[in-house]
């Protein structure tokens, strides 16, 4: 089992910046990746950004591009979201997914929420305008 706890979350005025953290505990030898999605009321769940656990690849979404920055502390099991000028349309609840399949996925797939096998509970980050 994997577990994932995501913080940092809050309330920030646009232009802010927030920095979540995803602590993985449990089976940490057997993640491969770690993702971001984010969830806003009435939409469906996004994705935002992705790392492999060796920190050599990330993807993000384009509506984040430029401004959020994922990275990996493999000492520390964490992975973090550095999230800066936020806006009114980064509001939702942010979730952390580790993925524990080394099969190779393009970019698109790896978007997809359904490649994920364990995911935490959320954190909500809320963009005052």
């Known amino acids: 089992q994997v577990q994932l706890a995501e913080s940092g979350g809050g309330l920030v005025q646009a232009g802010g910046s927030l920095r979540l953290s995803c602590a993985v505990s449990?089976?940490?030898?057997?993640?491969?990746?770690v993702a971001w999605f984010r969830q806003a009321p009435g939409k469906e769940r996004e994705f935002v950004a992705h790392i492999k656990w060796s920190g050599v690849m990330t993807d993000y979404a384009d509506s984040v591009k430029g401004r959020f920055t994922i990275s990996s502390d493999n000492a520390k099991n964490t992975v973090y979201l550095q999230m800066n000028s936020l806006e009114p349309e980064d509001s939702a609840i942010y979730y952390c997914?580790?993925?524990?399949?080394?099969?190779?996925?393009?970019?698109?797939?790896?978007?997809?929420?359904?490649?994920?096998?364990?995911w935490g509970q959320g954190t909500q980050v809320t963009v005052s305008s």
């Open positions: 997914a580790v993925r524990t399949s080394n099969v190779f996925l393009t970019a698109r797939s790896r978007m997809a929420p359904n490649q994920y096998d364990y």
């Open positions: 449990g089976r940490t030898f057997s993640y491969y990746a």
